[in-house]
């Protein structure tokens, strides 16, 4: 009788999920990515499904339209993170002069798709940032306390306790925080 070899499950879901990652990062549709890689599109729809396992070939081209190294995606795909992020272990940082504090509640990690940040802003301060890091980045802020003025593309936000505010950035945004006890939020970003 010959010896089947019997995939890793564990590794094409990972793979899976790499690549339907990257593809979101981008802002592609299933159809962008067929054009840019030769690979069709129900092919990319069964491997970022995990119902098909990647050929070297298949995922050469992938890496090709990724500008990525085939090595490099395997980096990314087998990156390991610690589960749990002890509150003593969070990165805080402070920018005295607008009077943000960031803690950085769940750090980013290559295996993971989202990150989590808890910002504080005093009184009447706030922040502004000229654009994303990467458009169409996915935002859910999450208000824990105070009010929160937020300005996403040229459309102002009132956040209050419990209000979650979603969208996705591509141009400036500001934060401000109430006058009367500053603003304490949760941002998930994916």
Do not use: K
Not at 103 to 124: D, H, I, K, T, Y
Not at 135 to 149: C, D, Q
């Amino acid at each position: 009788m010959d010896s089947v070899s019997i995939p890793d499950p564990t590794i094409d879901q990972r793979i899976a999920e790499r690549l339907r990652a990257l593809r979101q990062e981008r802002g592609w549709s299933l159809d962008d990515l067929a054009g840019r890689s030769g690979v069709s599109r129900a092919t990319l729809s069964r491997l970022e499904n995990a119902e098909v396992s990647a050929t070297a070939n298949v995922l050469g081209r992938l890496c090709a339209a990724y500008g990525m190294t085939l090595s490099r995606l395997m980096h990314l795909v087998e990156d390991d993170f610690p589960p749990l992020a002890p509150r003593a272990a969070q990165a805080l940082w402070e920018d005295a002069q607008s009077g943000f504090v960031r803690r950085v509640v769940s750090p980013p990690a290559r295996a993971l798709a989202g990150e989590v940040m808890e910002g504080c802003l005093r009184p009447g301060a706030s922040v502004s940032y000229d654009g994303p890091p990467r458009p169409g980045l996915e935002h859910h802020l999450v208000m824990l306390e105070g009010a929160l003025r937020i300005t996403v593309d040229g459309a102002v936000h009132m956040v209050h306790p419990g209000d979650c505010l979603r969208y996705q950035l591509r141009g400036p945004s500001r934060f401000e925080a109430g006058r009367e006890g500053g603003a304490r939020y949760l941002l998930f970003t994916v």
